[in-house]
């Protein structure tokens, strides 16, 4: 018995794949039109966009650690155990499109996106930096945005009610 892909996998990894360039494309367009530590406002007050670097992790998290390469490469071996959990229940789940597996597209997509600038720069470039009346956001990055909006549809996905095997048998008699 041979075990297939799944039939909606490449469909998935065509979303990480559209995330992770527009990751790279967003990141690299930063790099080159605004200085290190610079802004453009865009909502006056609100959103603008930067250019800083991140050494740690979110919330620049250990970004301050008395050993950086530590800290670095503990977040590229987590970051990289993480996307690998993700890609096999990408690979168990992926016959069918689902809220779980585009979140776990999402959240694949954006490990990959972070660990690719941790190995490759040691750090990673964040630039929307968000303020809401008094309270800033710390920077993140189309990476940061696709973990967050996957595990925010995990979350909502967990809470959805589902319909137990009983139950659908009982609706079909």
């Not at 530590?37 to 959103?47: K, M, N, Q, T």
């Not at 993480?82 to 168990?92: G, S």
Request: hydrophobic share 55%.
């Amino acid at each position: 018995m041979s075990i297939g892909i799944p039939k909606r996998l490449p469909w998935l990894l065509v979303i990480s794949a559209l995330i992770i360039l527009a990751d790279r494309v967003t990141k690299k367009w930063v790099e080159a039109r605004i200085p290190l530590g610079g802004a453009i406002p865009v909502i006056p007050h609100v959103l603008r966009i930067t250019h800083w670097t991140n050494e740690g992790a979110a919330f620049s998290m250990f970004a301050e650690s008395a050993s950086p390469h530590l800290v670095r490469w503990m977040l590229v071996g987590f970051s990289l155990i993480a996307a690998v959990v993700v890609l096999v229940a990408m690979v168990r789940l992926g016959s069918a499109f689902t809220l779980t597996t585009v979140a776990l597209a999402l959240v694949f997509a954006g490990a990959l996106g972070n660990v690719h600038d941790r190995i490759l720069y040691g750090s990673v470039v964040d630039f929307i930096e968000v303020h809401i009346f008094s309270y800033h956001w710390p920077d993140f990055n189309v990476a940061d945005s696709s973990i967050v909006t996957g595990a925010c549809l995990l979350l909502l996905d967990s809470l959805w009610p589902r319909k137990t095997q009983a139950a659908e048998a009982e609706l079909q008699a």
